[in-house]
């Protein structure tokens, strides 16, 4: 006979339960006391071995340093606020007992980094665990927000939202390594976006993390900038600009658009169509042509990559507000499609990601932009964002010097994630360049941060299709 049934919340919540709370000025004390007194420790064995050479200290210093070990490392997590969990807790507890276990077997090594890695493992940072319950939430939210090209973006699966205690305003991040990294701007009231970034450093204060961000706006840099609120000074650093559109003022009318009116027309007397769906309304028919251009796509149709300003889920009808815009050949069959997502009532609307065939004949990703861009014209928005060109000064070689060409070269490293010169040689056609982008971050933890950013960015996430 089965027992009753358990909910896996309840089993997932015991074992994040806080044991020990640190975020206090005496645990601060106690640690740096504990510290203080296995370094001293180590300080008296070292003096007594220097005035009595003959004494066999080995054995001692070894413990002396896998005790410090693990003492600084209890003392870090503490200095950070880091609590510790049940999950810690028992880790920690078994890490301790392999140790010992490994001494005993005359493995010295193998148990002195095992007793030490216990502090480690005591502290591990926890972290934070999305909430798809909480979509339909965000979403009423990014629909209320305006002239934010990135609010779309909050939805993305992998993202934990803070909202204010009346739900009005909200925030989206992702935790990894003790950072609490926030994608965007809020979304929701702004008038409530001074008190959400408050509670949320206060937030992230209690469970340790430290904050990052990424793809902040230029008129929200104040809400970042405070240290006395946010527990930590940040770097403010441009990455790049938006590249949106005025719809209502847009044509390609006079020799700047020459590039762009070319690449349309090619599309016109090669005989692409295009069409607009939204991505719930797909039938299986469409389902199964538009995944066949996925499938197809130079991008790579089995893995995800992106958070700061990528959705996931193409084709599965998960979020709302995407809209597909399909480019067909004479003989109907689809070389490409770009997926679209909407904010502020249907007043942004912003790329996500462009899928085309290898060999689809060249102009669609110009003809995808322009024709979506007069529908939504049609259609009463007020602008469309084509992505997000980073660090354009790299690339329009506004600034040459012996340090741009070094960034220049770094940048080309990540052409085989993303091809950031190809993208901006594509937008500059529109001449659209709007507002800075920002990353604030702490210069004093730039090493952890790079892994950290980088590897939300492109780590690679499994695609269902």
């Given amino acids: 006979m089965n027992g009753p049934p358990v909910d896996v919340g309840l089993r997932l919540r015991a074992r994040e339960r806080v044991v020990v709370h640190v975020d206090s000025v005496a645990a601060r004390w106690i640690g ?151 994608g965007g701007d809020p979304i929701g009231d702004e008038g409530q976006f001074a008190e959400l970034v408050a509670d949320f450093a206060a937030m992230c204060h209690t469970h340790g993390w430290r904050i990052a961000v990424v793809g902040c706006s230029e008129r929200r840099l104040s809400l970042w900038t405070d240290a006395a609120v946010l527990g930590q000074s940040l770097r403010t650093i441009p990455i790049g600009r938006d590249v949106v559109v005025d719809v209502s003022g847009f044509d390609m009318v006079g020799r700047e658009f020459r590039n762009l009116r070319q690449a349309v027309q090619r599309t016109h007397n090669s005989g692409i169509t295009t069409e607009i769906v939204a991505e719930r309304d797909l039938d299986d028919k469409r389902r199964a042509e538009l995944a066949d251009v996925v499938r197809a796509s130079p991008s790579g149709a089995h893995t995800d990559r992106g958070f700061y300003m990528n959705l996931d889920g193409v084709l599965e009808g998960r979020f709302p507000g995407i809209q597909l815009i399909i480019a067909r050949d004479a003989s109907g069959r689809v070389q490409g499609f770009h997926r679209y997502a909407t904010a502020g009532g249907g007043g942004d609307i912003t790329l996500d990601v462009p899928w085309r065939r290898r060999g689809a004949p060249n102009g669609i990703d110009e003809r995808l932009s322009v024709d979506m861009i007069a529908a939504a014209k049609d259609g009463g928005a007020q602008r469309v964002s084509l992505s997000f060109a980073a660090f354009p000064e790299l690339f329009d070689g506004s600034s040459p010097s012996r340090l741009h060409g070094l960034f220049y070269r770094m940048i080309h490293l990540l052409d085989p994630l993303i091809a950031l010169e190809s993208l901006y040689r594509y937008v500059r056609k529109f001449h659209a360049l709007d507002a800075r982008r920002y990353a604030l971050i702490s210069l004093t933890q730039i090493i952890p941060l790079v892994f950290v950013l980088m590897s939300l960015e492109f780590m690679p996430r499994r695609r269902h299709l």
């Fill in 32 to 182: 740096a006391l504990a510290v203080f007194c296995a370094a001293c420790w180590l300080i008296l064995i070292l003096a007594r071995y220097h005035h009595h050479p003959e004494w066999h200290c080995a054995g001692r210093l070894g413990w002396s340093l896998t005790v410090l070990a693990a003492v600084a490392l209890i003392a870090r997590g503490i200095f950070l606020g880091r609590p510790v969990t049940a999950t810690h807790a028992t880790a920690a507890a078994l890490c301790l007992l392999a140790g010992f276990a490994a001494h005993v077997l005359a493995f010295d090594l193998l148990g002195d980094s095992l007793i030490a890695g216990s502090g480690l493992v005591l502290m591990w940072p926890t972290s934070s665990r999305p909430r798809p319950a909480d979509l339909p939430r965000a979403w009423r939210l990014i629909n209320a927000t305006t002239e934010d090209p990135l609010a779309p973006f909050a939805m993305q699966t992998g993202k934990s939202y803070h909202f204010t205690a009346a739900g009005t305003a909200a925030l989206a991040y992702r935790t990894r390594m003790g950072y609490a990294v926030v």
